[in-house]
């Protein structure tokens, strides 16, 4: 039987998604693309992984390359993924002690796993312990260059609490591998407001994200444009307005 051998920050960061509480697991497309370009970075190093003809092994050895996740083989991915999925439906069901000792029973057979951290940041975020969420996100992000997801709930957390210096970094780690992730910039305009209110960088982000919206629907540029309407004067707050308007109405017409 044909076996595999593939890198869990690669396969299963979708767990960090919309629908878990139905068992669908989709992406965003932020999602599908920060892991389209950690297989366009990683897949040229996946042969270096250990052979999978030896699974005891592949539980313990690391990755040719340390700073990446350790590899495992199929069926030990799956399983994670089986069981982390398992676990967030637990915390859905207001399980929250099923939830991480399921995880903890994981990172127990598997140590050191990014995903699993992950998994736990997000329990632990549901269920409202913001601080012991943001201590496994922190650790999920350790040697992991290359995954948006991890980096942008650190950040986000980091915000949330305050510690918008912090968050800035982490955003600013983010847009160095995706510099496309809209929440990503959002979420650092947002940041870099909090430290200065009248942020050139902040508003250049904002603006941009609006640029980009055509259709003039979508909510995260709706958000920035709200943002930029706070920090302009009068005149220029009825300008942008307007041009937000423009756009709705130019939609309406080329659909008639």
């Known amino acids: 039987m044909r076996r595999l051998t593939i890198c869990v920050a690669v396969s299963i960061c979708g767990l960090v998604l919309h629908g878990c509480a139905s068992g669908r697991v989709e992406m965003s497309a932020s999602t599908q693309q920060s892991l389209a370009n950690q297989k366009k970075l990683m897949g040229g190093d996946l042969a270096n992984c250990p052979s999978s003809a030896n699974s005891s092994a592949n539980k313990s050895a690391g990755c040719a390359d340390p700073n990446r996740q350790r590899c495992l083989d199929y069926a030990a991915e799956t399983e994670i993924s089986n069981e982390s999925l398992r676990a967030w439906r637990l915390e859905l069901a207001g399980k929250t002690d099923d939830a991480m000792a399921a995880l903890g029973a994981l ?53 949330e609490l305050g510690k918008t210096e912090q968050a800035v970094t982490h955003y600013r780690r983010l847009l160095a591998v995706s510099p496309m992730f809209t929440a990503g910039r959002l979420g650092l305009a947002k940041a870099l407001l909090k430290q200065e209110p009248h942020s050139a960088e902040a508003k250049g982000y904002l603006q941009k994200i609006v640029d980009e919206d055509k259709d003039g629907k979508d909510k995260m540029a709706q958000e920035a444009a709200s943002l930029l309407t706070m920090l302009e004067t009068p005149a220029v707050r009825q300008a942008t307005q307007n041009k937000m308007q423009t756009k709705i109405q130019t939609k309406a017409l080329n659909k008639e």
Do not use: C
């Open 107 to 159: 990172d127990k057979k598997y140590p050191n796993i990014k995903t699993v951290y992950l998994m736990k940041g997000q329990v632990q975020q549901h269920a409202g312990h913001k601080d012991d969420a943001l201590k496994y996100y922190k650790q999920s992000i350790v040697g992991n260059e290359f995954d948006s997801t991890e980096l942008y709930k650190t950040a986000e957390l980091e915000r």
